[in-house]
């Protein structure tokens, strides 16, 4: 049965945002969902995950393999909850293993939630979650090659991520045509967050009930969400990072950015830049 809606996009672009959203949506509860108790699965490459499913420890394999056995990890995880819709957080590419078939298998999945942010934000956004510097950063989102735990060991908790540059990852998602997608820009949850929010509540087949999509959307506040971080902390932030919602806000790139690093980002990405809109 196709119920996974894999909630996709390149690093610090809103996917956590997105997630928290959707917890308020689905709970429509009086109070706001705890930041660090979440109802959406965990991520995609989670190590203990694929380990429970897959009865053999991830570090026991190198990464081609593990990637031959994901496509049914996640037939596995469709097929064990009870729950019409499970949502899924990915910071992968799309992209097939050495079988030729997609990680992300078509036959248990309902859609994909795409969620894209300008690429001077996301260099400043995620500069600060890995603490590098934003040259190491932009020399990151234009690399082909570049990848999320590259090296199997019995530390890391995820999984190998192919990532890709900040553009060939837009477009492995919004090139397949197997799963029904929704591109959500960032920019148009700050600026029009009922109207942008309403479509992924309509594409994830709920009914729109103003009442709940207006309360969802102010318990997913991003001040209401440092707070909750400032008092209790927040599980998925980086270890080397000092806070994980940090700004929330559009435009930060065009002003922490130099000349030349806008340079560096618009000759390898003005093609998927004008195609969202992004000048």
């Known amino acids: 049965m196709k119920k996974i809606y894999w909630l996709a996009s390149y690093p ?11 917890t308020n949506y689905m709970r429509n509860s009086d109070q706001p969902a705890n930041i660090n108790n979440l ?26 393999m593990i990637d031959l056995y994901r496509p049914e990890i996640y037939r596995l995880l469709a097929a064990e ?8 957080k990915a910071h992968d590419a799309h992209h097939v293993n050495q079988d030729g078939d997609p990680i992300f298998p078509e036959d248990v999945s309902k859609g994909v939630i795409y969620i894209i942010r300008h690429p001077f934000d996301v ?12 040259d ?13 735990f590259n090296v199997n060991d019995k530390i890391r908790n995820q999984l190998r991520q192919k990532i890709g540059t900040w553009s060939d990852h837009y477009l492995s ?12 820009r960032y920019e148009d949850l700050l600026n029009d967050p009922e109207k942008t929010f309403g479509k992924v509540v309509t594409f994830c087949g709920w009914e729109l009930d103003t009442d709940r999509l207006q309360r969802s959307i102010r318990f997913s506040d991003f001040n209401m969400l440092k707070q909750q971080e400032a008092e209790h902390g927040f599980h998925e932030k980086s270890a080397v990072s000092p806070q994980f919602f940090k700004y929330g806000k559009a435009g930060t790139g065009s002003t922490k950015l130099s000349s030349s690093q806008k340079k560096e980002l618009l000759e390898r990405h003005h093609h ?8």
């Open 173 to 184: 998602w919004t090139r397949q045509k197997e799963i029904p997608l929704i591109l959500i």
């Open 81 to 88: 909850t009870k729950d019409k819709r499970v949502f899924i």
């Open 272 to 279: 998927v830049m004008e195609a969202c809109g992004y000048s």
């Open 39 to 64: 109802d959406t699965e965990a991520i995609v490459s989670s190590r203990y995950q694929f380990d429970t499913l897959a009865g053999i420890p991830a570090s026991e394999m190198d990464p081609e």
């Open 136 to 148: 190491k950063t932009i020399q990151n989102m234009n690399d082909p090659e570049f990848a999320f």
């Open 123 to 134: 260099a400043v956004s995620f500069a600060n979650h890995n603490a590098k510097s934003i």
């Open 12 to 22: 610090k672009s809103g996917n956590t945002w997105m997630r928290i959203f959707l």
